[in-house]
């Protein structure tokens, strides 16, 4: 994963928040623009095997949140390049859409890449329905206890399809949270970031754009994930069948 954390206006966050929700307390214009490589799998392991069904790529915006007297983190936007991965996050109140993502990755063995060390440069890009909406640049500093502090929450989403009526009304809407276990994070590096996001006809990202960057890291991390909470379920209004 690789990340950067950053500060723009925080009446942007609050424009993104579901009603109810209100914007952290402390830093509440800090978002962290996320790139990740993804490999995953169910309990059987046999996607590792065939590898069209398990690795995909995302980058994802999250900010931080209050809601019930705690500290959320909220994925306000994502990205990614499968349609397995869109439809999983569809279930777990990730508002995923289709997008083209592409991130410098490690090496251990010859010179077309960085190596995990100080002074190691990474690059990642995003894009969309054609058109560049994200690049930034990360320059390893030093290891650090942690990849920073936006995504370090319980995550707060939003699980919402309208009715097939199309009358303003919807069949789901439920705010829900979710939490993974058997989780490990390792090589966890810090350093500067350049950002740049660019405007889109067709997505918002832009609106988020940066004020004053904060950091840049790197890290690997794996979790396990089977389930969520809901916290809030607003009953449909039922229609009348002829």
Request: a negative charge.
């Amino acid at each position: 994963m690789l990340t950067v954390e950053y500060r723009t206006h925080p009446e942007r966050v609050a424009e993104l928040l579901p009603d109810g929700v209100e914007l952290a307390p402390e830093d509440p214009g800090a978002v962290a623009l996320i790139w990740a490589d993804w490999q995953s799998c169910g309990d059987t392991f046999e996607e590792v095997l065939d590898p069209v069904r398990s690795q995909y790529k995302e980058c994802f915006a999250v900010v931080r949140c209050s809601w019930g007297g705690e500290t959320w983190s909220r994925c306000v936007f994502i990205w990614v390049d499968k349609d397995f991965a869109l439809v999983r996050g569809y279930h777990q109140g990730y508002p995923k859409k289709l997008g083209s993502i592409w991130m410098t990755r490690p090496i251990t063995v010859g010179s077309a890449g960085p190596r995990l060390e100080a002074g190691g440069r990474f690059g990642a890009t995003m894009a969309a329905a054609d058109r560049s909406l994200a690049r930034a640049v990360v320059t390893l500093e030093a290891p650090g206890p942690s990849p920073g502090f936006v995504n370090g929450h319980q995550m707060l989403h939003n699980r919402r399809w309208p009715a097939i009526e199309s009358d303003g009304t919807e069949s789901l809407d439920e705010l829900v949270t979710m939490q993974g276990y058997d989780g490990e994070i390792g090589d966890v590096w810090s350093g500067s970031a350049e950002l740049e996001l660019l405007p889109s006809p067709t997505d918002e990202l832009s609106l988020l754009a940066p004020l004053e960057i904060i950091a840049g890291y790197y890290h690997r991390v794996g979790v396990s994930w089977k389930g969520g909470t809901t916290l809030r379920r607003k009953v449909p209004m039922e229609v009348d069948g002829q």
